[in-house]
C-alpha cells in the first residue's frame, strides 16, 4: 500500500505570508497527486489535480508542484479564508487512494 | 449544478448496520463513480471504497473488507454505502464524492456529510 505524509502537521501563518505545505509519497506516484482543503464542519474542496492543475474556480494563489515521491502545495499570499486543513491524496493506485494525515493552517 | 445530497444523521448500536444514501444531481451519474470518505472526530479523511456507477464494480479498503458493501441505483442516481457489525470507532462523518475519470482520477464534488454516530 501507498503511504502518505505530510508536513508540517500544522502551522501558524499571518495573512499575506506564503505558505508551503509537503507532502510525500512512500513509493513513486508519478503526478498523481491531489490537494484538498477542508474547514471545520465542511466537506473538503478539491484544489489541486495532477500535481499542478489548478481545479475549476480556486484562486491562483494556489499552486502544486512535484512529482515522484515529493510534492507541494504553495499559497503565495494567505487570505483570511484559507485558514483551514489541507490534505494531499494519491490516485496512483486507483481505485484504490490514500490521503495524507493532513496539515492545519491558523492565524499567527 | 453538481449536487450531491446525503441521507441524515444516525445514531446505531454496536453491532447493527447504517445504509447512507448519496443521491447525485446536476450530472449524468454513470459517467462517474462514486468513492465515500469517513472522518472521525478530530481525525483525517480516510478513503472507504469506491464504485463504478456504470457497471457497479467496486473496491474496497482492505480494513473494512466484509464490512462494508457500496451500491447504486442508476433508475434514481442514488448511491448507498451499507456498514455491517458497527464499532464505537465507525462513529465518523461519512462523505460521498463524485469520483472524475480523466487519467488522473480525483474527487470534484462532495455531498454534505453524514453523522453516524455508534453507541450504545
Known amino acids: 500500500d501507498i503511504q502518505m505524509t505530510q508536513s508540517p502537521s500544522s502551522l501558524s501563518a499571518s495573512v499575506g505570508d506564503r505558505v508551503t505545505i509537503t507532502c510525500r509519497a512512500s513509493q513513486s506516484i508519478s503526478s498523481y497527486l491531489n490537494w484538498y482543503q477542508q474547514k471545520p464542519g465542511k466537506a473538503p474542496k478539491l484544489l489541486i489535480y495532477?500535481?499542478?492543475s489548478l481545479q475549476s474556480g480556486v484562486p491562483s494563489r494556489f499552486s502544486g508542484s512535484g512529482s515522484g515521491t515529493d510534492f507541494t502545495l504553495t499559497i503565495s499570499s494567505l487570505q483570511p479564508e484559507d485558514f483551514a486543513t489541507y490534505y494531499c491524496?494519491?490516485?496512483?493506485?486507483?481505485?484504490?487512494?490514500?490521503f495524507g494525515p493532513g496539515t492545519k493552517v491558523d492565524i499567527k | 449544478q453538481v449536487q450531491l445530497v446525503q441521507s441524515g444523521a444516525e445514531v446505531k448500536k454496536p453491532g447493527a448496520s447504517v445504509k447512507v444514501s448519496c443521491k447525485a444531481s446536476?450530472?449524468?451519474?454513470?459517467?462517474?463513480?462514486i468513492s465515500w470518505v469517513r472522518q472521525a472526530p478530530g481525525q483525517g479523511l480516510e478513503w472507504m471504497g469506491w464504485?463504478?456507477?456504470?457497471?457497479?464494480?467496486?473496491n474496497y479498503a482492505q480494513k473494512l473488507q466484509g464490512r462494508v458493501t457500496m451500491t447504486t441505483d442508476t433508475s434514481t442516481s442514488t448511491a448507498y454505502m451499507e456498514l455491517r457489525s458497527l464499532r464505537s470507532d465507525d462513529t465518523a462523518v461519512y462523505y460521498c464524492a463524485r469520483m472524475k475519470y480523466s487519467g488522473y482520477d480525483y474527487f470534484d464534488y462532495w455531498g454534505q456529510g453524514t453523522l453516524v454516530t455508534v453507541s450504545s
Open positions: 491524496q494519491q490516485s496512483y493506485s486507483t481505485p484504490i487512494f490514500t
Open positions: 495532477a500535481a499542478s
Open positions: 446536476g450530472y449524468t451519474f454513470t459517467s462517474y463513480g
Open positions: 464504485i463504478s456507477a456504470y457497471n457497479g464494480n467496486t
